[in-house]
């Protein structure tokens, strides 16, 4: 089939392109490029199945050719860029859910919205199951990003129940891999980052608070089966393996073999836990995680090391 991807120039979007087309689906990839990167799609240069068109999805969206699905992915996704685009991130959360929406129910397009693990806030309930309603400051620093994504899970059961768009909604948790954007403020860029660059790893608070990380190969393939099940309520898709921050900064710098691990002042509503529970995704889509944390750093850190050493070389000719 051929599908619209929004944020295909970022992180998880890029990999999500990846696996449609070796699928041998066909994808127009779009994206404003204000936190995604062409670097991220530059392998796909002269691929004929892949169309790359830069465009903000908070405006109006006109394809040429119709498209059978549409998995929205446009969104800042890490606290450095929500706080430092706050409207924009409301903006592509509410206007680009309803475009994309829109653009589902005109061309009768399947729908997935990438939601969030960010929907719970610091949850009351633990792991944290669908069923849970969350616990989100609404007018907090980081209710742009949370309110935004529990306003297009509205939006997007509101068009699935008015106008029978075939709808899907994924709930993800903390991913990580390759393509990460260095600086971005995630917690396993910034300790590979900093470590590689013999800098002190930055825990904030006490490094007590948890989460679970899901290498972006395994969270992609949940991603792949959900669009392709027939669940239209929201599921939850992450890694059910839960770590402390100072846990995973230990674990980097053995890897990286650097690391003096220095604490900061914890952010506002900064969640306590964070863990999945995938019952719902082991059911219906047959899925779980494989990739462990420690052959996930394995494989991304290279991809880091490869960054560092070309910024490193950059600002020496400068």
């Given amino acids: 089939m051929r599908v619209l991807?929004?944020?295909?120039?970022?992180?998880?979007?890029?990999?999500?392109?990846?696996?449609?087309?070796?699928?041998?689906h066909e994808v127009v990839g779009m994206d404003n490029l204000i936190t995604g990167s062409r670097r991220n799609i530059a392998h796909l240069a002269g691929e004929p199945r892949f169309d790359f068109v830069e465009h903000d999805v908070s405006t109006y969206i006109d394809l040429a050719t119709p498209v059978r699905g549409v998995l929205h992915f446009a969104s800042p996704a890490s606290p450095v860029d929500y706080l430092e685009l706050p409207i924009q991130t409301l903006k592509v959360g509410s206007l680009g859910t309803h475009n994309t929406?829109?653009?589902a129910k005109k061309t009768g397009a399947r729908y997935l919205l990438a939601s969030t693990s960010e929907v719970y806030g610091d949850p009351d309930v633990h792991p944290q199951p669908e069923s849970y309603w969350g616990n989100v400051n609404p007018v907090g620093p980081r209710g742009v990003y949370d309110e935004a994504k529990r306003f297009g899970e509205a939006m997007t059961m509101?068009?699935?129940r008015t106008h029978g768009v075939d709808t899907r909604i994924a709930r993800i948790f903390n991913t990580y891999g390759p393509r990460m954007r260095p600086g971005d403020g995630r917690v396993v860029s910034n300790f590979i980052v900093q470590a590689l660059r013999g800098e002190p790893l930055t825990v904030y608070g006490d490094g007590s608070q948890t989460r679970s990380f899901c290498f972006v190969?395994?969270?992609?393939?949940g991603l792949y089966r959900l669009f392709l099940s027939e669940e239209h309520d929201p599921v939850n898709l992450g890694n059910p393996i839960e770590y402390s921050i100072r846990d995973l900064a230990e674990r980097v710098s053995e890897i990286v073999g650097s690391g003096e691990i220095r604490s900061l002042p914890l952010p506002v509503d900064d969640p306590r836990v964070r863990r999945p529970d995938i019952t719902r995704a082991r059911g219906l889509l047959g899925w779980e995680p494989a990739v462990s944390l420690e052959d996930g750093l394995a494989r991304t850190i290279p991809y880091f090391r490869d960054l560092v050493t070309e910024e490193d070389?950059?600002?020496?000719?400068?």
């Fill in 5 to 24: 991807i929004t944020g295909a120039a970022g992180f998880l979007g890029s990999h999500l392109v990846d696996r449609f087309l070796a699928d041998g």
């Fill in 101 to 103: 929406l829109g653009l």
């Fill in 158 to 160: 509101a068009y699935h």
């Fill in 217 to 221: 190969e395994d969270e992609v393939e």
């Fill in 313 to 318: 070389a950059r600002a020496r000719t400068l």
